[in-house]
């Protein structure tokens, strides 16, 4: 039986799933965000149509909701987004929840991916779990013994804006819309994805190694200080550049334990157990935010 729903916003997909009672993953469904799509109206019409699709939805006890961008979570909305813009300011949570008659909780993408590797991903046996994505931007988060870490402003853990050289950020470094645009200006314009250049990298072309071997220094740099301010358990690496995980990851491992305090060392640096960690920790956001209502 359907227990928790689950929705991951995403610029160009949304995905929505659903967890039994043994947080099982029994529905999962995803088609284009902006498909048919103008307004926020019409962005809020496919959720719950969306939602409508899971079967027994109306049996479900609440929804977690993850999008991108920065999130007012007493307000139930996106404060702001390059992704889904349509929907800044717009008062979801609480429109769902006057249709739905559930409780609804939005959250981060990210921080909610993070919460599905800290409570049953790579991260379930550990304290404090970082978790960190690299795609078209750069995003991640952090859960210390169960519960995201917000910061004093909704800004803890924003490992985008981390600056790693004297100027830049981390997602102005190490993103795939970085790595994509380095490529096409230095090698081919016309170059379609990051795989390309990890490829070239491979065949020993000279101005791809120098593109990744940038990347794998600033990557290495951000786990550097992720690991000095938080020390945690274990840094969890997704997202669609993680495709390309065996042309880079051991080098910068390596050149982590080198580099970080000796009792920093052993930080376990891993990949993402879910290919969807979105749905999955939206649904565990519900069931645990749910359960603390409930108590």
């Known amino acids: 039986m359907i227990e928790y729903i689950g929705i ?11 967890i039994n009672q043994n947080d099982e993953l029994v529905f999962e469904y995803k088609e284009p965000t902006f498909e048919n799509v103008i ?17 027994n939805y109306e049996n479900s006890k609440a929804i977690g909701i993850g999008a991108p961008g920065s999130v007012d979570k007493k307000l139930g909305q996106i404060i702001t987004s390059k992704n889904v813009t349509i929907l800044k300011n717009f008062p979801l949570a609480e429109k769902l929840n ?5 409780p609804i909780f939005l959250e981060n993408d990210a921080r ?13 046996d550990k304290n404090i779990v970082c978790y960190i994505t ?8 952090l859960v210390i013994n ?25 997602n ?57 301010t938080f020390n945690p358990d274990i840094i969890i690496l997704g997202g669609g550049v993680l495709k390309s995980k065996d042309s880079f990851l051991s080098d910068v491992i390596n050149s982590f334990k080198e580099k970080a305090h000796p009792l920093a060392k052993n930080t376990i640096i891993d990949t993402t157990t879910f290919e969807e960690p979105g749905i999955i ?15």
């Open 8 to 18: 991951d916003i995403g610029g160009t997909n949304i995905r929505i799933g659903a």
């Open 39 to 55: 307004s926020s109206e019409d962005l809020y019409n496919k959720i719950i149509k969306l939602i409508k699709m899971v079967p």
């Open 98 to 102: 006057k249709n739905l008659n559930k």
């Open 112 to 124: 909610v991916a993070t919460f599905a590797e800290a409570i049953c991903g790579k991260g379930k």
């Open 134 to 141: 690299i795609s078209t931007g750069l995003g991640g988060g």
């Open 146 to 170: 169960k519960e995201i870490y917000n910061g004093s402003n909704n800004l803890g853990a924003y490992f985008a804006r981390m600056i790693l050289d004297g100027e830049h950020t981390s």
């Open 172 to 228: 102005n470094l190490i993103s795939g819309t970085t790595l994509l645009e380095q490529s096409r200006e230095k090698i081919n314009k016309n170059m379609k994805n990051t795989l390309e250049v990890f490829e070239l990298e491979k065949n020993n072309n000279p101005i791809a190694k120098e593109i990744i071997s940038n990347f794998k220094r600033n990557l290495t740099v951000l786990l550097l200080n992720i690991s000095a």
């Open 281 to 295: 920790g939206a649904s565990m956001l519900a069931k645990y935010k749910y359960n603390k209502l409930n108590i």
